[in-house]
Structures are given as structure tokens and as C-alpha cells.
């Protein structure tokens, strides 16, 4: 999967970075490749190189787009291992932001090339820690997915058609699917779309773009992201149907079995995604008292009625049962000892992200019960060292790193790190100052253990996405914390 060859760019830019040479985009394009599911990529890989080809020859059907080309440049710039391309950093950024302004704007651009512009503007934006560009970014790929009504794909449900009131005329749906890789490269950004608002809402305190709240006009039905593979071979059921996708997950039984046949490690980061999105609504819940003072509206449950809620028995019942839902989704996923193993490392760090988003649900879902609850403070202390023990299956080896080795991969994965080094700090902070809980029973020693993972911890938490202006937030936040606490 690689474009033909050429020769290097010479030592010096003696051509406009915006619109690099063939030699100097095939560079770009062939360091991006290998991390392009990190960052938020969801077009067909192959497709897209074939059309790239097309694109400095011809001015072919289906060609890139300009500001889709300049976001993987920007991206290139920032992966490319050449010391030179880190100068034109900023202004590939401004060009990108610039082309994909303008062509949002207009009606005759690719939608599916704009979001995905729009995609990797706001995971590069993420990157260099510049949330409100991110949101910004994030809220026109929202708008794109809503308005070509991507949630909506083979949906099963009735609309109830006949009863809407059409008060404007707007033709905004997309037309039909080319063929079925096209159509998985739009279920393909739906979902893209969906783990990024939901996860970084969570990160960043703010709520989500993305509603799912029971109505009809916008539950999502688009069925879960099967392999990209399947859409190329044309292997698809005859039954793969979208319906209430999100409820049915995680208000349905859950089984197992079921599983590894049927998801994607797409599905898998979404569904991850979905358990953390419900976790910081009950915990959040739980923790201003909301089922104690207020009637509130059941969500995450097919039915949008009313329902008042006079005590915390329910939230219990809701909060248990999320609980064993994590767990057990936690043990439908590949074993982590297992993932290094895998010939394709960018599979890899996409799985390993996936298991430390689900922990990252648990300890959300505890948190508010941390330092109070043995049983949530030890689920809480468990997923900490859980992350920890993931990041290890994808920080390259010591030696590779004293070689220039480096690891890329998702942003959200600084998010991981730093709750479960936070964790850390509490734990060793409530051993110093004698907590309750920590003067006997199962955590009466765990400072010990814990402060050798925290130590290891931070040596290595740097090394993710090293040199990026997020990774020295995080890192910064975490050791600030540990100064503070005295830990």
C-alpha cells in the first residue's frame, strides 16, 4: 500500500509547503499512513492512496480534496521522522484550517472529504492542547455527520415521516452509497465522529455534540462499523441492520459470544466510548444528588417518558448494573498479553487505547465513591494499575527510544495516563495522611506497591506523543499534583 517511488526532497524547501511536488507529498502521505487510524481516519486506506496517485496526474473523479490532502500534509509534517518538517508545522495548520473553511462553505466538495479534514484538523488541535479550536473544529464534524444524517444509515426504525411538518426545503441527505466501501466509509465516520465528541467531552468537562437521548429525530441507528475489509469484499449479511444501536448495547443482554464475529476494533473503541459516556452520567449524577431533588428523564433507556425518582435505590440499580456491564465487556476484549503479539502495530495501539478507555469507564463510574467505598476506592486503584500495565504494551523498549524510536497514537491516550496517575497520587496521598481505609484491610499496604508504579510511571508517560504541547500538560498536571500532595 504504497505510492510509486520517488526521490527524496532535496535538504532545502525550494518549493511552496502548501503544495509540495509529487516526491515531497508521497513523503508526507507515507509517514501519516502508518498512524492514521490514531488521529481519527476513516476513509479506505487503499482507496485513498489509489486516488492520491490520480490526484498529480489527472484531475480525476474522487480525487482528494485540497483541504483533506493539506490535514494529512499537516499531520506528515509532525510524523515524518525528517528534523526539517516540524517548521512548516504551523503553516501547513493555517492553510489546512483555511481550505477546509472554504470548502465547508460550499455545496460541490466532497462532504466525506471535509469531515475528514475537519477530523484531523481537530485531533491535531487536540494534540498541540488548543481545546477550543478542537471543539471548534469538532462541532463542524458534528454538524456534517447530523446534517447528511450519517447516525441514519440502514436504519430499520420508522421515522414516523408522515407526521413532520417540513417548514423549509433543505436537500441535505447524501446521495445513495456508490458502492459498499463507500458506504462503510460513511458508517466508518459516523462513529469516528461519535468517539472523539463523546470521550473529549469527558476529558474536557463540557458536554457532548452528540445526542442520544431516547427521541426519535435523534437516536442513532446506523448499525455498528464492521471491518473495512468486509465493505472491500463485498462480505456484508443481509442483515446488517442499524436500530436503537447505542440503547441496545447498554440496556440489552450482553453476550459474549456474540462478539468477536460480528465487531470491528472500531465497534470495540465505541462501545469503550459509550460505557464512559454513561459512566460520567451516573457518576455526575450521584454526585449533585440529582435523584434525591429533581424528576429527571430516563436516559440510556428506549422510553423518553418522565419518570421522578424519589431515592437513590435506582441510581444503585442503574450504577450496578453498568458496573457488571464494564467488567464483562472488559473480558470480551482481546487479552492485553496477547496485543503485542500482533503484526500490525497500529491495530495494537488502537486495542490497547480501547482497554484503558474501559478502565478509565470503572474508575469513572467509582470516582465519586473513591476514599468513601472500600469496594469502588480498590475497582478504582485496580483500573489505575490496569492503564499502567497497557501503556507498557505499546512504549517502545528502552533502547529503540535511545534510537530516536518514539510512539504515536492517540491523543486520548494523555487523558488515559493522567486519571490513572492521578489515582496514583491519591492513593499514596490518603496512605501519608492516614485515611480510614488505608489503616487496614486490603489497602493498608498498597502505597508501597503503588509508589514503585507511579515512579515507573512517570519516567515513561512522557514518551507518548513526545514533545507535543498536550503530552507536557499532562505531564506537568500530573507532577504538580505529586508536589502538592507531598507524594
Known amino acids: 500500500m504504497s505510492l510509486p517511488v520517488h526521490s527524496r526532497p532535496s535538504s532545502q524547501f525550494s518549493f511552496n509547503i502548501t503544495e509540495p511536488p509529487l516526491p515531497v507529498a508521497q513523503v508526507l502521505i507515507e509517514a501519516f499512513i502508518p498512524y492514521a487510524t490514531d488521529y481519527g481516519f476513516f476513509l479506505n486506506k487503499q482507496r485513498f492512496i489509489a486516488y492520491c496517485s490520480r490526484k498529480f496526474s489527472t484531475n480525476a473523479h474522487h480525487a482528494p480534496s485540497d483541504a483533506l490532502l493539506s490535514a494529512v500534509f499537516l499531520w506528515g509534517t509532525i510524523l515524518s521522522p525528517d528534523e526539517r518538517w516540524p517548521v512548516a508545522e504551523d503553516a501547513y495548520a493555517t492553510h489546512c484550517a483555511s481550505l477546509a473553511s472554504a470548502a465547508y462553505a460550499t455545496s460541490t466538495s466532497n462532504p466525506l472529504h471535509v469531515l475528514q479534514a475537519e477530523l484531523l484538523l481537530t485531533s491535531y488541535y487536540l494534540y498541540s492542547a488548543k481545546f477550543i479550536q478542537a471543539r471548534k473544529h469538532l462541532s463542524t464534524c458534528v454538524a456534517l455527520v447530523v446534517t447528511h444524517k450519517l447516525g441514519k444509515i440502514r436504519s430499520q426504525l420508522r421515522t414516523g415521516v408522515e407526521s413532520k411538518l417540513y417548514l423549509v426545503d433543505s436537500d441535505n441527505t447524501l446521495p445513495p452509497a456508490e458502492d459498499l466501501v463507500d458506504e462503510g466509509e460513511r458508517i466508518h465516520a459516523f462513529w469516528t465522529v461519535f468517539a472523539v465528541d463523546k470521550s473529549w467531552a469527558m476529558a474536557l468537562d463540557l458536554p457532548a455534540f452528540i445526542a442520544d437521548d431516547g427521541s426519535p429525530i435523534s437516536t442513532i441507528e446506523t448499525p455498528w462499523p464492521r471491518e473495512m475489509s468486509e465493505f472491500e469484499k463485498g462480505t456484508i449479511p443481509d442483515n446488517y441492520q442499524g436500530g436503537h444501536t447505542i440503547m441496545s448495547f447498554l440496556h440489552q443482554a450482553f453476550i459474549p ?197 507511579l515512579n515507573e510511571f512517570m519516567e515513561t508517560m512522557d514518551e507518548a506523543n513526545r514533545g507535543s504541547p498536550l503530552t507536557h500538560l499532562q505531564v506537568s498536571k500530573v507532577m504538580t499534583s505529586r508536589a502538592a500532595e507531598g507524594v
Open 257 to 453: 459470544e456474540e462478539q468477536p464475529t460480528t465487531l470491528s476494533p472500531l465497534s470495540l473503541r465505541v462501545q469503550a466510548v459509550a460505557l464512559l459516556d454513561k459512566a460520567r452520567w451516573l457518576s455526575s449524577a450521584a454526585s449533585v444528588g440529582i435523584y434525591d431533588l429533581i424528576p429527571v428523564r430516563v436516559l440510556y433507556r428506549a422510553q423518553t417518558a418522565l419518570a421522578s425518582i424519589p431515592d437513590s435505590s435506582a441510581h444503585a440499580d442503574f450504577f450496578n448494573e453498568h458496573d457488571l456491564l464494564i467488567e464483562k465487556f472488559i473480558l470480551n476484549l482481546p487479552l492485553l498479553d496477547t496485543l503485542s503479539s500482533f503484526n500490525d502495530p497500529q491495530l495494537t495501539r488502537h486495542l490497547v487505547i480501547t482497554h484503558m478507555i474501559c478502565r478509565l469507564a470503572a474508575m469513572q463510574l467509582h470516582a465519586v465513591f473513591s476514599g468513601t467505598n472500600l469496594t469502588s476506592t480498590i475497582k478504582c486503584l485496580s483500573a489505575s494499575k490496569a492503564i499502567a500495565a497497557a501503556f507498557k504494551v505499546i512504549l517502545p523498549k528502552r533502547a529503540e527510544i535511545m534510537r530516536g524510536g518514539a510512539l504515536h497514537a492517540d491523543p486520548f491516550l494523555l487523558v488515559c495516563l493522567t486519571a490513572a496517575a492521578q489515582m496514583m497520587v491519591n492513593d499514596l496521598s490518603r496512605a501519608k495522611n492516614k485515611h480510614i481505609l488505608w489503616q487496614s484491610g486490603p489497602l493498608c499496604n498498597s502505597h508501597t506497591y503503588m509508589g514503585v508504579v
